[in-house]
């Protein structure tokens, strides 16, 4: 292991150690272990902020010793999204789970609020909210119909999520921060609506990253951001991390032992297979709704590479939008002329969406800090130095 990488290793795992319940603990990205999955350039950021105008805000709630959640908000742009909406598209990998709103997103191809990702009995407060906001907003005086967009991944082995904590004040909180926090950056691991999730065992929570095409290929730019709180046998660049750590899907069965899903009592061992993920893909290409459902499904493939079988009770749900805002839809258009990419265009996109969505899922392990929440549950962080000794191992990282 180089120097550098030892230092920002032992300095992560003291910050973990002495503050395990605080966002704000350096733990590195991917990239900073040189994990870098595929052949294309990231961004300035390597976030999903990377295309142009697309803002990220986040309200991360702590409380007490079982309150362990939050709403994250994903703006295509600052502006009024109703009175200039984006093409847009849905889909659903494997539909155990609630995304408000997906059934018009798919009808009429376009997306008319910001994207909100919480907990799984949270998502009708939190749309209530958003319809709030959205009738507020200057323009929308007239407006009787709104179709607020908001997804989930279930937190409840950490967070009270009977309380249903998220609340209005906390959605415009989220929606705020985005048009007023630095731009481009972008919180990760254990905050928003990734306080309180799980992913192949260890802590998960938000991540993100970003792709940029070379000037022969249009230029254009792709990011992706995931909310992680699924399963499988991870696996990191190749690398099979989850089997090295002992900690993988099956592992259980395979061994003979007794298995608890929601309760862990003596002798029985936790199965972290199911869950969920969100995944959020905005682009700068001119891209038509039905681009986007193709791009979107090719996230799925990004999932798996980080060794999800995407099982039964695991919701996959992808979000893709365009930004071009030459294509952006206004309230009062009849008539609309609009450019798109050509199907033996997109290519190129597929392959960033899942370079993209694979190395977030990895943003969102490698940042996540560990937490303790509801009836004293903890989650342990993915452990970075034995995870770097089997990435070296196996020739995963730089």
Same mark, same amino acid.
Do not use: C
């Given at each position: 292991?180089?120097?550098?990488?030892?230092?920002?290793?032992?300095?992560?795992?003291?910050?973990? @150690?002495?503050?395990?319940?605080?966002?704000?603990?350096?733990?590195?990205?991917?990239?900073?272990?040189?994990?870098?999955?595929?052949?294309?350039?990231?961004?300035?950021?390597?976030?999903?902020?990377?295309?142009?105008?697309?803002?990220?805000?986040? *309200? *991360?709630?702590?409380?007490?010793?079982?309150?362990?959640?939050?709403? &994250?908000?994903?703006?295509?742009?600052?502006?009024?999204?109703?009175?200039?909406?984006?093409?847009?598209?849905?889909?659903?990998?494997?539909?155990?789970?609630?995304?408000?709103?997906? $059934?018009q997103v798919n009808e009429l191809g376009e997306l008319e609020t910001p994207i909100l990702l919480t907990n799984t009995l949270n998502v009708p407060r939190v749309a209530?909210?958003?319809?709030?906001?959205?009738?507020?907003?200057?323009?929308?005086?007239?407006?009787?119909?709104?179709?607020?967009?908001?997804?989930?991944?279930?937190?409840?082995?950490?967070?009270?999520?009977?309380?249903?904590?998220?609340?209005?004040?906390?959605?415009?909180?989220?929606?705020?921060?985005?048009?007023?926090?630095?731009?481009?950056?972008?919180?990760?691991?254990?905050?928003?609506?990734? &306080?309180?999730?799980?992913?192949?065992?260890?802590?998960?929570?938000?991540?993100?990253?970003?792709?940029?095409?070379?000037?022969?290929?249009?230029?254009?730019?792709?990011?992706?951001?995931?909310?992680?709180?699924?399963?499988?046998?991870?696996?990191?660049?190749?690398?099979?991390?989850?089997?090295?750590?002992?900690?993988?899907?099956?592992?259980?069965?395979?061994?003979?032992?007794?298995?608890?899903? *929601?309760?862990?009592?003596?002798?029985?061992?936790?199965?972290?297979?199911?869950?969920s993920i969100m995944m959020v893909v905005a682009t700068d290409a001119p891209l038509d709704h039905r681009n986007l459902r193709r791009l979107a499904e090719r996230a799925?493939?990004?999932?798996a590479r980080t060794g999800s079988p995407s099982t039964n009770g695991s919701g996959d749900y992808v979000i893709a939008f365009s930004t071009a805002k030459q294509n952006?839809?206004?309230?009062?258009?009849?008539?609309?002329?609009?450019?798109?990419?050509?199907?033996?265009?997109?290519?190129?996109?597929?392959?960033? @969406?899942?370079?993209? $969505?694979?190395?977030?899922?990895?943003?969102?392990?490698?940042?996540?800090?560990?937490?303790?929440?509801?009836?004293?549950?903890? @989650?342990?962080?993915?452990?970075?130095?034995?995870?770097?000794?089997?990435?070296?191992?196996?020739?995963?990282?730089?």
């Amino acid at each position: 292991m180089s120097s550098s990488i030892k230092t920002i290793v032992a300095f992560s795992l003291l910050l973990t @150690v002495m503050f395990p319940q605080t966002n704000s603990a350096p733990r590195p990205r991917a990239r900073d272990l040189g994990v870098v999955p595929g052949i294309l350039p990231t961004g300035k950021h390597n976030a999903i902020t990377d295309v142009e105008g697309v803002l990220v805000g986040q *309200t *991360t709630l702590i409380k007490g010793s079982d309150i362990r959640t939050g709403v &994250t908000a994903i703006l295509p742009h600052g502006g009024n999204l109703f009175q200039e909406k984006v093409p847009a598209a849905v889909h659903i990998g494997n539909a155990f789970g609630k995304l408000a709103g997906s $059934t018009q997103v798919n009808e009429l191809g376009e997306l008319e609020t910001p994207i909100l990702l919480t907990n799984t009995l949270n998502v009708p407060r939190v749309a209530d909210a958003l319809i709030d906001w959205m009738l507020a907003l200057p323009g929308n005086e007239q407006v009787r119909s709104v179709n607020p967009l908001v997804g989930e991944t279930n937190d409840g082995f950490l967070n009270d999520i009977r309380g249903r904590h998220v609340g209005r004040d906390d959605v415009f909180a989220a929606l705020k921060s985005a048009q007023s926090d630095k731009p481009g950056e972008v919180a990760e691991g254990s905050v928003g609506a990734g &306080t309180g999730t799980v992913a192949f065992g260890w802590k998960g929570g938000i991540g993100t990253s970003s792709r940029v095409l070379p000037a022969n290929l249009g230029s254009y730019t792709l990011g992706v951001l995931v909310q992680s709180n699924f399963g499988g046998v991870l696996t990191i660049n190749g690398a099979p991390v989850g089997r090295e750590l002992g900690k993988f899907y099956l592992k259980e069965q395979l061994e003979g032992r007794r298995i608890g899903k *929601t309760q862990n009592p003596e002798n029985v061992v936790m199965d972290w297979a199911d869950g969920s993920i969100m995944m959020v893909v905005a682009t700068d290409a001119p891209l038509d709704h039905r681009n986007l459902r193709r791009l979107a499904e090719r996230a799925m493939l990004g999932l798996a590479r980080t060794g999800s079988p995407s099982t039964n009770g695991s919701g996959d749900y992808v979000i893709a939008f365009s930004t071009a805002k030459q294509n952006r839809i206004r309230a009062s258009d009849s008539l609309r002329t609009t450019q798109t990419l050509g199907n033996d265009a997109m290519s190129p996109l597929f392959q960033a @969406v899942v370079e993209a $969505t694979e190395e977030a899922i990895y943003n969102s392990l490698f940042r996540a800090t560990t937490v303790t929440g509801r009836n004293g549950n903890t @989650v342990e962080a993915l452990p970075i130095e034995k995870t770097v000794e089997i990435l070296k191992k196996y020739g995963a990282a730089r």
